[in-house]
């Protein structure tokens, strides 16, 4: 680690460092334990994704830290080094991540940074955007005999690095892809060239359970053209059915913008 905050003094006591999930938006979609922490923090720091909603719920210090996909206003090392000193500080500090902060949400990274230091760390889980979506859609991410398999995947990965999504995606799959919005066109001739069929149903999903969401259905072949007018933040739900018969649960909306 690249860093070394100060040893707290003696006999001075050490704070604690929660990773908090936000949930996707909605402030009633953060769980208890995510309200209780929130309410009795010292400083909260916050990414991009979390909804205003939910930060007006606390009395804390609020700190932005800005992480965003291809732009990393504060790299994950400098976000490391500021809750681990604000927590040698005494303070309590929450970690505040969009969804639930065990998925996509570098949490091993600050979970590490605080272990190393001795600080009391936990998670507190929160709604993830997969489910968020299936909310959204009046749908269930697995269906009895048709999906029975849910693999959350993300398309983006580290520098250099390309994400396997066909070798997860076989029949009986609910494929959830997470910042894949970038990657749309690659995502679709991969997953064809590896022999999923073209019609396969797809639902975008773009700010679930936000004021500004945005649901658009559509089928694999076809999806990076049909979801030009759609940006981040969203998800993508790719259904690959065991059985080939009508749509068990068609969701409650076609599309809606
Ligand atoms: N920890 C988060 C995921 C963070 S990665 C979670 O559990 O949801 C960021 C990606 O999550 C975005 O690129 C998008 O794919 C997805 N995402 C986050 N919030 C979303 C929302 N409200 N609606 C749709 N997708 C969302």
Known sequence: MSFLPPSPPDGHRIGTIALVGAGPGAADLLTLRAL????NADVVFYDRLVDPEVLV????????????????????????????AAAMDGLRVVRLKSGDPSVFGRACEELEAARSFGIPVE????????????????RPLTERGRTE???????????????????AFVPGTTLALYMAMHRLSVVEAELLAAGAPGDCEVEFVQ????????ILTTTLRG???????????????IRWPKTVDRMACAPALAETS
């Open 123 to 138: 998670i507190v889980p929160g709604i993830t955007a997969a489910s968020a979506a299936a909310a959204s859609l009046g």
């Open 57 to 84: 719920l606390t009395p804390a210090r609020k700190v932005f830290v800005g992480k965003e996909v291809a732009a990393n206003a504060w790299p994950q090392a400098r976000i490391n080094r500021v809750i681990v």
């Open 36 to 39: 209780d922490r929130l309410r």
């Open 207 to 214: 700010g679930a359970g936000t004021a500004g969401q945005r």
């Open 223 to 237: 999806m990076a053209a049909a979801a030009t007018g759609l940006s981040n933040p969203a998800i993508i739900l």
């Open 149 to 167: 398999r849910l693999v959350l995947a993300t398309a983006t990965c580290r520098p250099g690095e390309t994400a396997n999504l066909s070798g």
